[in-house]
């Protein structure tokens, strides 16, 4: 009889190998044997020796066992620079973070491409510092002729033969130049461009600014556009012109046109300023 009782009870505790409930991987023979529990059943199969399986487990805890591939030079390299760092040399699957070279490798468990792959940079790494110390021997500091020596004492400003000067505004040009016109991208408003189409936007614009510009000249309450020779002050635009009436879509105050009814817009609102109360009165007893 044993003087101490076992560690583990076989009993209460399923000895060794064997999966766990919950383990959803492939067990042999598995699906034909009842009667048991899953642990109970595992441990039968992966220790009865009627039952082909591999030699190792899944589940497997300890070290992985040595191979060719395990040993070698290569092992010896990643021990050699990562010394204090041991536990590294397994690359376990799962590992999230860069492995140099890894992408170069396929059809290799993860330990197997990880460790190729930190060879092989490795041996980069040797061969870039043997290059770089042997261009480094042979090369001598350059003469540097500096400072330089000036040419003359005064340089003259650079002068260019065609500067650049502002263009200015194009309402303001002429006709002819070949400036008037907005580029593509420009979101302001163009007078005269909304019903202009079928060409590019600086095209379109030119045709617009120079068909404004001939209103706008034969207009006589309007601004006298810059360019045009006369002796006399521009005429100050008024509100309420006298030879026409005013557009349908103004808004604004007209004297007199709330008492007006019987005619278009543009014929009640013409001249309003010019009409006094009698002669609107007279106007509309005539009309």
Request: hydrophobic share 25%; aromatic share 12%.
């Amino acid at each position: 009889m044993e003087e101490f009782p076992p560690k583990f009870s076989k009993v209460l505790v399923t000895p060794d190998p064997h999966y766990i409930p919950g383990y959803a991987g492939y067990c042999p023979q598995l699906k034909y044997h009842l009667g048991k529990t899953y642990g109970q059943l595992t441990a039968k199969l992966l220790s009865s020796p009627e039952v082909s399986r591999s030699r190792r487990l899944v589940l497997h805890t300890g070290r992985f066992p040595s191979t060719e591939t395990d040993t070698g030079p290569r092992d010896e390299i990643w021990r050699s620079h990562h010394g204090e760092r041991r536990n590294l040399e397994r690359m376990i699957p799962g590992y999230t973070g860069f492995v140099p070279k890894s992408q170069n490798y396929f059809s290799r468990t993860y330990a197997e491409t990880c460790r190729e792959a930190l060879s092989e940079f490795d041996r980069d790494q040797q061969r870039v510092r043997l290059a770089s110390c042997l261009s480094f021997y042979p090369l001598q500091p350059r003469r540097l002729s500096t400072p330089l020596t000036a040419i003359s004492k005064e340089p003259a400003p650079y002068k260019t033969m065609d500067p650049w000067k502002p263009k200015g505004s194009p309402y303001f040009m002429a006709d002819s130049s070949p400036h008037k016109y907005f580029i593509s991208g420009f979101t302001g408003y163009v007078p005269k461009s909304r019903f202009l189409i079928g060409t590019g936007y600086p095209i379109t614009t030119n045709k617009a600014l120079v068909q404004f510009g001939k209103e706008m000249r034969r207009d006589p309450t309007s601004l006298q556009l810059p360019g045009e020779e006369s002796g006399a002050l521009p005429p100050i635009p008024t509100v309420y012109p006298s030879h026409r009436g005013l557009l349908p879509s103004y808004t604004g105050h007209v004297p007199g046109y709330k008492f007006r009814y019987g005619q278009t817009f543009e014929k009640l609102t013409h001249n309003a300023l010019g009409l006094s109360g009698t002669q609107r009165k007279i106007e509309a007893r005539a009309q």
